[in-house]
């Protein structure tokens, strides 16, 4: 089993950059896939990025694609989402979830087994 627990978010503005956490108990972090969804406002909870468990392979979002970098560091238990040139649309609480498997780095719901309780990202002037 896996906990998450996610940081890093806030307000900040358009143009900005943030760096959000997602800190993981439990011996399974470093093998299994991390990922990364985001959930607005009556909209639904949708993909950001995906990380393969040693790293070596990463998913992004289209939206996410030059702006956004998944990064996890296992000995510390820990995954990351750096952001960059933020701007309102990216307004969304944020989780972080652990995948079913080592390998599967779906934008899939179904495909993650454990979620945090997501942090606030708000990008306004």
């Known amino acids: 089993q896996v906990q998450l627990v996610e940081s890093g978010g806030g307000l900040v503005q358009p143009g900005g950059s943030l760096r959000l956490s997602c800190a993981a108990s439990g011996r399974t972090f470093s093998t299994v896939a991390m990922g990364w969804f985001r959930q607005a406002p009556g909209k639904e909870r949708e993909f950001v990025a995906a990380?393969?468990?040693?790293?070596?392979?990463?998913n992004y979002a289209d939206f996410a694609k030059g702006r956004f970098t998944i990064s996890r560091d296992n000995p510390k238990n820990t995954l990351y989402l750096e952001m960059s040139s933020l701007n309102p649309e990216d307004t969304a609480v944020y989780y972080c979830a652990a995948g079913r498997t080592n390998w599967r780095i779906t934008g899939l719901l179904g495909d993650y087994a454990y979620w945090g309780q997501g942090t606030q990202v708000t990008v306004s002037s």
């Open positions: 990380i393969s468990w040693g790293g070596g392979n990463t």
